[in-house]
């Protein structure tokens, strides 16, 4: 027969005991012990399920009825089931009374037994052994309410929450030859601390009074292996915090996220220093990207990308939604249409008789400067456009950088103060990159978006009588949705006027 073990709840009132409240518990003495079942909360930081959290040890508490001296003090590890770490001091079997638990990752800060409070005080940095700390929620019950809920073996749950937030930062390459990286330097906020208070009915967190500094004796990205001088091929990356580099045609891309204290950010800068063939010539830029204003939570994942145009830098900047939208879909968090602006590949065509600049074409005053030798990247080398007999169209480029997968159009719109736009004067060609040729722009049915540069030319028919004005406007449709204008969306209406096919 099984010994049994009395748990006796007495309740207590007006200060007399009321002994027609007195609870006894019956339990086999093999039965009744504590586990537990943690878990986490629904985020997309670097820990955000149940098979991520049994890779660390958690330090577990249980402060039973009030006592300074803990009824558990352990630490649980994950093999086949969470189990003790200290075997000799369990099992821990429930008793009469009030038990409040609670949980860290081991490890995490300084733990005062007497305030129940957790301080954590450190420099991050971008290595992978920061560890992303999670910390629980209380959980309290007495021994009768719990075995009148549960039966014995039911395991405690355990919420845990983020302590810290995550970031990511990448620099592509979204022209259609190689360009090689020279540097990337920024400076990012590292040195913070925080108290968590497991000493009241719920766990409460205080960041602190200081805020998060930049720490120059331990920065958060290492001037000791510093980017230099690495050859990306189209579409490759290189992961600014792990120093990773992906060739996009052969590698899974995938950001490498790093724990950073949460922070409002307000002033962050990344340089980026990088070399790219211009035609014969090798060229030099130098360009500051700003982080735009945000507060980083606790919690969530920052992805930051730089996209390496010919001659720009553009920063997509999203957070990671909690729960991801269908592919394609613009239902999401990160937003809409994203794109670069159209560049106009511009420059004085020729001078007057007086040697000052001459524009290519002037409507009424509406100017634009055509480009007369524009060149596009050809694999590694810039191939100069022929002109036909001559003529020299109006040349931009763009990148679509959001959604990834889906069409696009390109279309004019009436110039200001008009009301049409004759279409047989006109026609659209877009640059194929793998043949090395113009060809002609399907308006109606649309190009698969990539990330590649799109260079396309607006010509004049050979029938127009020309010159005319214009506004030049770009269409993107999502897998599954439908056509959505980028003028209404981004106000990405361009002016150009187009010379007449002489």
Avoid at 344 to 357: A, S
Avoid at 404 to 415: D, N, V
Wanted: overall charge negative; glycine content about 6%.
């Amino acid at each position: 027969m099984k010994k049994l073990i009395y748990l006796i709840g007495i309740a207590l009132a007006f200060g007399f005991v009321a002994c027609d409240k007195t609870e006894v518990v019956k339990l086999a003495e093999d039965e009744g012990s504590i586990s537990f079942a943690p878990k986490t909360v629904e985020t997309r930081a670097l820990i955000d399920t149940v098979t991520d959290l049994h890779d660390y040890t958690l330090k577990i508490w249980d402060i039973w009825s009030g006592q300074t001296t803990p009824y558990i003090d352990n630490t649980l590890v994950y093999s086949q089931g969470w189990q003790y770490g200290n075997t000799a001091s369990a099992p821990y079997y429930w008793k009469a009374g009030t038990h409040k638990f609670f949980s860290y990752i081991d490890g995490t800060g300084t733990y005062d037994s007497t305030t129940q409070t957790l301080s954590v005080s450190k420099s991050l940095t971008a290595s992978d052994d920061e560890v992303d700390v999670l910390y629980s929620d209380i959980f309290s019950s007495t021994a009768a309410a719990w075995m009148a809920a549960n039966t014995p073996e039911t395991p405690v749950p355990l919420t845990f929450k983020h302590l810290l937030s995550s970031i990511g930062m990448v620099v592509k390459n979204c022209t259609d030859g190689t360009v090689t990286v020279n540097s990337v330097s920024t400076v990012i906020p590292n040195k913070g601390s925080a108290t968590i208070n497991f000493s009241g009915d719920a766990t409460a967190v205080a960041y602190g009074d200081a805020g998060v500094t930049a720490d120059e004796a331990t920065p958060f990205i290492s001037a000791s292996n510093p980017i230099a001088d690495v050859a990306l091929p189209s579409e490759g990356f290189i992961d600014i915090l792990s120093k990773q580099v992906f060739n996009a045609d052969t590698d899974a891309v995938d950001t490498n996220y790093f724990v950073i204290w949460p922070q409002t950010i307000d002033t962050l800068k990344i340089d980026v220093n990088y070399t790219i063939a211009d035609g014969s010539e090798v060229v030099t830029y130098e360009k500051t990207v700003s982080i735009p204003d945000i507060e980083w939570v606790a919690g969530n994942k920052y992805t930051y990308t730089l996209n390496i145009s010919p001659t720009d830098i553009l920063l997509i900047f999203k957070v990671q939604p909690w729960d991801n939208g269908p592919a394609g879909s613009l239902d999401t968090k990160d937003g809409s249409i994203n794109m670069s602006n159209v560049t106009w590949m511009n420059t004085k065509v020729r001078q007057t008789p007086t040697g000052e600049d001459m524009n290519t074409v002037d409507i009424d005053g509406y100017t634009v400067n055509m480009y007369y030798k524009p060149y596009v990247l050809n694999g590694t080398e810039w191939t100069q456009y022929t002109a036909n007999n001559g003529y020299f169209p109006a040349q931009g480029y763009f990148t679509i950088n959001y959604p990834l997968e889906g069409k696009f159009k390109i279309g004019l719109i009436p110039a200001y103060g008009e009301t049409s736009v004759n279409t047989s004067k006109y026609e659209i060609v877009i640059y194929n990159s793998s043949t090395g040729q113009w060809v002609a722009h399907n308006q109606t049915d649309g190009e698969d978006i990539t990330t590649k540069t799109v260079y396309f030319q607006v010509r004049s028919t050979s029938s127009a009588s020309g010159p005319f004005k214009a506004q030049i406007d770009i269409w993107v449709k999502p897998d599954g949705g439908e056509w959505i204008s980028a003028y209404s969306e981004i106000r990405s209406n361009y002016a150009l006027v187009i010379p007449a096919h002489n």
